[in-house]
DNA sequence: TTCCCGTTGG
DNA sequence: CCAACTGGAA
């Protein structure tokens, strides 16, 4: 059973599907596209990837940057805090690695925003390293091809090392997309089994078991997650707002925007004066320029 | 309304 | 372990 001939198959015409796959793998380019793949959807870091790197065309373009420039550039993407992380990445790419992305995961992984799944994206994709990149489709995919389970019935570390004896230790970062795509596609929550490429060797598929699924998330709608996407927004496109004038447009409280406001300080997305930190309603402030704190190496060259 | 589903911090 | 983080698509 030649599983990984018929997902490569079924992945290859597939490849040109997005803008990051296209010609040679770029670290940077694959650094980019992988943090905004991070809790959002493919069409839209499509639609976002082109214009980021045509501001940004290196990563050290991206470190000499102001924040502020890269929070606007970073658009519509949400979770602006990848923003400020990945430009702080870049800093500490030009400053502890000579702007050279390092291959190996372990070290990719010590870059702020990047986690185990970017860590091993980067290194699989960009420099060919053999390892997997373990997302829930990655996860959803193994789990019911290998074991004929959803992964909530199997045994973390068990999942984790089929994964990666079943790797194609050739051409990682082409395995690692085809079953992420395939996971996205095909083998989705409600699998497709009819369109499968794996449906021959698969142990669920007939198995038919309804998925649990519950997991409720809190309510966006006036949430402080709103709230601080509103504020950033607003920022984007002004030099500066006050507490209040935040405050009218939102339609929040101003204690509220306040807070706010203080966890986007905190989190160096936003720069506020002494009057808007402590809740004054004149109180100014703007997008950062700069991160909150300088650098803080935790590793070695 | 629900789903999406990685990283960080508590 | 769990909660916070955003905004759009299904």
């Known amino acids: 059973m030649d599983a990984n001939g018929a997902l490569l198959r079924w992945y290859r015409p597939r490849r040109a599907a997005y803008p990051w796959r296209t010609g040679a793998p770029d670290p940077y380019r694959t650094l ?11 069409p839209r870091v499509a639609a976002a990837l082109g214009p980021f790197l045509a ?24 979770y602006n805090r990848r923003a400020a992380r990945l430009h702080e990445a870049a ?8 702007g050279r992305l390092p ?29 997997a990149a373990v997302d829930t489709n990655v996860r959803r995919v193994a789990a019911r091809f290998l074991f004929g389970a959803n992964p909530e ?8 090392e089929a994964i990666d004896r079943w790797l ?43 998925r649990p699924r519950a997991r409720s998330q809190p309510a966006f709608r006036g949430s402080w997650r709103e709230l601080r996407g509103a504020i950033v927004r607003l920022l984007r496109s002004r030099p500066s707002a006050t507490l209040s004038s935040l405050a009218g447009r939102t339609g929040r409280a101003l204690h509220d925007v306040a807070a706010a406001v203080r966890a986007l300080d905190r989190d160096g997305l936003v720069r506020a004066g002494p009057a808007a930190l402590a809740g004054r309603p004149s109180g100014r402030l703007r997008l950062a320029d700069e991160p909150r704190s300088g650098i803080v190496p935790t590793g070695t060259s």
């Open 32 to 42: 980019v596209s992988e943090v905004m793949l991070q809790q959002t959807q493919a």
């Open 55 to 78: 501001r940004f065309p290196s990563i050290a373009a991206l470190a000499a940057a102001p924040r502020s420039d890269v929070v606007r550039a970073w658009g519509a993407l949400g």
């Open 91 to 98: 800093r500490v790419t030009v400053r502890y690695h000579a």
């Open 103 to 131: 291959p190996d995961p372990a070290q990719l992984q010590v870059l702020p925003g990047v986690g185990p799944y970017t860590a091993s994206a980067v290194a699989s994709i960009a420099f060919g390293v053999p390892v």
């Open 153 to 160: 019935g199997v045994d973390r570390t068990q999942l984790r």
């Open 168 to 210: 194609h230790r050739r051409e990682p970062g082409t395995w690692n997309q085809a079953v992420m795509d395939l996971g996205r596609l095909v083998c989705r929550p409600a699998p497709r089994c009819d369109v499968c490429p794996l449906a021959a060797g698969c142990r669920f598929r007939a198995s038919s078991r309804p």
